[in-house]
């Protein structure tokens, strides 16, 4: 059984959090400004048990990947044991789904991520915000990536690049901030068979990841570097699939900016759920600006 406690604590609290009106937002706000320049680094430890995955999704062994969708119910109602069975019975049904293919899942998105981060630092970019390496009682962002695959329905899939950052700053006894960025596609993909993710020694997969992996890392160099503004007043509407759920949404937030194909956008979402923090997805998909009227919603039932 992969259930790990926290996770039934974190949803039996949401709720009644978000009920009574204190849940909190702070990965929507923007990265506190540092007097120093920030080193970045990447770890291999993946997402968390306690706050970035839902019930029911599979961590393959030894891995950052994780497979998500295949999940039926969330438990919650039937108790303790309810959500112990939810989360065995779909971590179960993630491993079968991907069991005949599970080694060409397996991507260590560390390397490439730190590359893409050094090679953007190199380039004189944003001037002085980062340095080149750690450097003692000066601020840091530590990043942990992952890659969630998601069944849209029994047989396809869409590919998600998460970077979990967590900036720290140094020597001031400040509190660290934290947010996600997450790059994904919204069109899915049959995982196995001709023309498929795995096909031709997962071409397909590999060139997903690649693409989402460098919008993801841009996207969180721009912010940290710039500080990118949640303007209220430039809030868009989009409709989307997202990062586990099978389910399509409507869903209002913030265009932190529109460049090279990607659209980054930040929907006003509550820290409890794993998909709060800053959106990277195709500026193809339909988006608009938002009206009084919008709201975040559910489009499949």
């Not at 204190?22 to 306690?50: E, H, K, L, M, N």
């Not at 995982?191 to 690649?210: F, P, Q, R, Y």
Request: with cysteine.
């Amino acid at each position: 059984m992969t259930f790990n406690g926290a996770r039934f604590l974190l949803i039996l609290l949401a709720t009644p959090v978000m009920l009574a009106g204190c849940a909190t937002y702070d990965f929507v706000q923007p990265p506190p400004p540092q007097s120093q320049p920030i080193a970045v680094t990447f770890s291999s430890t993946g997402p968390s048990g306690w706050t970035d995955l839902p019930i029911g999704t599979y961590r393959i062994p030894n891995s950052a990947v994780i497979v998500s969708g295949q999940q039926r119910g969330n438990g919650v109602m039937f108790g303790l044991l309810g959500v112990l069975l939810a989360d065995s019975v779909g971590s179960a049904a993630g491993k079968h789904r991907v069991g005949s293919v599970q080694s060409a899942l397996l991507v260590d998105l560390v390397p490439e991520a730190s590359t893409l981060t050094q090679q953007a630092i190199a380039s004189g970019r944003y001037g002085q915000a980062f340095a080149a390496a750690p450097v003692a009682d000066s601020p840091t962002l530590e990043v942990d990536p992952y890659t969630v695959l998601t069944y849209s329905n029994d047989t396809d899939v869409r590919p998600a690049v998460i970077l979990k950052a967590t900036l720290k700053p140094g020597g001031t006894g400040a509190k660290p901030w934290t947010t996600r960025y997450m790059a994904f596609e919204t069109k899915a993909t049959p995982l196995t068979g001709d023309n498929s993710l795995t096909a031709n020694d997962g071409a397909l997969l590999k060139s997903a990841i690649e693409r989402d992996l460098r919008r993801a890392v841009n996207a969180m160099l721009d912010d940290i570097a710039t500080r990118r503004g949640r303007d209220k007043n430039n809030l868009i509407y989009l409709e989307t699939a997202l990062p586990f759920v099978r389910e399509r949404f409507a869903l209002t937030g913030a265009e932190l900016s529109d460049e090279d194909g990607a659209l980054v956008f930040l929907p006003k979402i509550a820290d409890a759920n794993v998909i709060a923090g800053v959106e990277i997805l195709d500026d193809s998909i339909p988006h608009r600006p938002a009206t009084a009227d919008d709201k975040i919603k559910v489009l499949d039932k």
